[in-house]
């Protein structure tokens, strides 16, 4: 995939600094800021990834788009299974949990500063790392 797509490199860029400040969070002890911010490097990887298929339009859900456009068949097959990982993360720190950090559970009445914790924080910044990585290899290495 070619690496010269001004879009995708906006989101990369987007998602690297929201990785920086997850990466602050967690050595700060900020869980639910963390768990924030990799949610939103996550998707931002996401929609790097996205974005070299065409304009990316605005949703917390990339994963299902990412999902469509490998069982379309709009990634070379060496790139699949990268694909198929970062929509797998994407899922897993997807809009529930964007939800989540910024309003935290209404219905038991707990704050997002209740919700998440110090694993929490780690398990999310591991995935935002892992995100990151593949999205940064799809866009400026073509899956290599």
């Given at each position: 995939?070619s690496?010269?797509?001004?879009?995708?490199?906006?989101?990369l860029?987007?998602a690297?600094?929201?990785?920086?400040?997850?990466?602050?969070?967690?050595?700060?002890?900020?869980?639910?800021?963390?768990v924030d911010?990799?949610?939103?490097?996550?998707?931002?990887?996401?929609?790097a990834v996205?974005?070299?298929?065409?304009?990316?339009?605005?949703?917390?859900?990339?994963?299902?788009?990412?999902?469509?456009?490998l069982?379309?068949?709009?990634?070379?097959?060496?790139?699949?299974?990268?694909?198929?990982t970062?929509?797998?993360?994407?899922?897993?720190?997807g809009?529930?949990?964007?939800?989540q950090?910024?309003y935290?559970?209404?219905?038991?009445g707990?704050?997002?500063?209740?919700?998440?914790?110090?694993g929490?924080?780690?398990?999310?910044l591991?995935m935002?790392?892992?995100?990151?990585?593949?999205?940064?290899?799809?866009?400026?290495?073509?899956?290599?």
């Amino acid at each position: 995939m070619s690496n010269t797509n001004p879009e995708a490199g906006y989101r990369l860029r987007l998602a690297q600094g929201f990785l920086e400040e997850a990466r602050q969070d967690v050595a700060l002890g900020r869980w639910r800021a963390a768990v924030d911010n990799s949610q939103l490097c996550v998707e931002n990887a996401a929609k790097a990834v996205l974005a070299l298929l065409g304009p990316v339009g605005r949703t917390h859900n990339p994963a299902s788009q990412l999902r469509q456009a490998l069982n379309e068949g709009r990634f070379p097959a060496q790139e699949a299974d990268l694909v198929r990982t970062l929509a797998e993360r994407a899922e897993l720190l997807g809009l529930d949990i964007h939800i989540q950090t910024d309003y935290g559970d209404e219905t038991d009445g707990r704050t997002p500063w209740e919700l998440f914790d110090e694993g929490d924080a780690h398990q999310a910044l591991q995935m935002a790392e892992e995100a990151f990585s593949l999205a940064e290899r799809l866009i400026r290495g073509g899956g290599r």
